[in-house]
């Protein structure tokens, strides 16, 4: 029971641990474990930060209208604590192009709360999930390279024919030796609650449990669970806090309905979360992101101020 209480304190904290590093110059390891004894209040002491991912201008990143080092400006106009780097619209992964981006975070005082790539790890022939985790081992070079603390990865979709079952033990294959080569850096791979397999709290926690490391956690996306006769998205929401590294915040589920967010700011705030709630704005109601990223920012950074001790 040690060793499962005292894992699940360094995924609450490892969040934090990103706001330490980021192209800050700071050690990327965790500043400081809640105490094992004592009052034993610090692991409930939930620190709440806003953040902004990259994917939410991914319109005009993709147009070229906008760059990576305009969205680490727009993350400071924004007042976000931290900036998420959505790897799809980055230029190269040569180290010159990596260390620009460090330095301009670093002029500008913002944090990366990670790194988001885009390798999917349900993938039935061995050769395929091989190079899957050749990929995930890249993107931790690249994190590593831009100072971060967290990479964002997914589970994906099962094949035709392949059963949840496989899905989980190919997920579980590649991620537990991709943890291995994450954790030699000090990074934790979150692997995200997103269309595939992972859209079950259920699924989630069993990877984490088999994975079974303290570089494994959970990208937790609020508005991606599909809700069951037994648990709606809250249950799942708050069944998966514990295991959360990073989380990213939209106000509307998948299938339109408004989010109850103050509801899961309690969640996260009654399981200790320490860490980023990072704007991943969809503009699902044909609203452009420069008004309506803004908007959700301000709804994050109000909730943070309420439900937060930093």
């Not at 969040?15 to 209040?41: D, K, N, V």
């Not at 791979?189 to 069993?206: F, K, P, R």
Request: net charge neutral; hydrophobic share 40%; charged share 20%.
């Amino acid at each position: 029971m040690a060793d499962k209480v005292t894992r699940r304190r360094l995924l609450q904290n490892a969040g934090t641990a990103a706001l330490i590093g980021a192209g800050l110059g700071l050690p990327r390891q965790i500043a400081a474990f809640p105490s094992e004894t004592g009052s034993g209040t610090a692991e409930s002491k939930a620190r709440l930060f806003p953040g902004v991912c990259a994917y939410s201008y991914g319109r005009y990143l993709k147009s070229g209208q906008m760059t990576m080092q305009d969205f680490i400006l727009k993350a400071v106009e924004l007042g976000s604590t931290g900036a998420d780097m959505t790897v799809y619209w980055f230029k190269s992964t040569d180290p010159a192009y990596l260390d620009d981006l460090r330095h301009e975070a670093f002029k500008n005082g913002v944090p990366f709360s990670g790194v988001a790539c885009h390798a999917s790890m349900v993938q039935g022939d061995r050769a395929k999930r091989a190079q899957v985790l050749a990929d995930i081992k890249k993107w931790v070079d690249v994190t590593n390279e831009l100072g971060a603390s967290h990479l964002r990865i997914f589970a994906g979709k099962l094949p035709a024919g392949a059963t949840l079952g496989q899905g989980i033990n190919w997920v579980v294959e590649t991620m537990k030796p991709a943890c291995d080569y994450s954790g030699k850096k000090g990074i934790t791979l979150g692997i995200e609650d997103h269309d595939g397999i992972t859209q079950q709290a259920s699924v989630c926690l069993e990877i984490m449990h088999r994975v079974d490391s303290p570089y494994a956690g959970i990208n937790l996306d609020i508005t991606n669970f599909v809700p069951t006769p037994s648990e709606d998205a809250y249950a799942q929401i708050q069944a998966c806090v514990p295991y959360a590294t990073h989380a990213h915040i939209r106000d509307h589920f998948a299938h339109g309905e408004p989010v109850d967010m103050d509801r899961v700011w309690r969640l996260f705030a009654e399981g200790g979360y320490k860490g980023f709630m990072s704007v991943e704005y969809e503009p699902r109601h044909g609203e452009d992101p420069m008004t309506g990223v803004p908007k959700l920012m301000n709804k994050v950074k109000a909730l943070c101020r309420k439900y937060s001790t930093a």
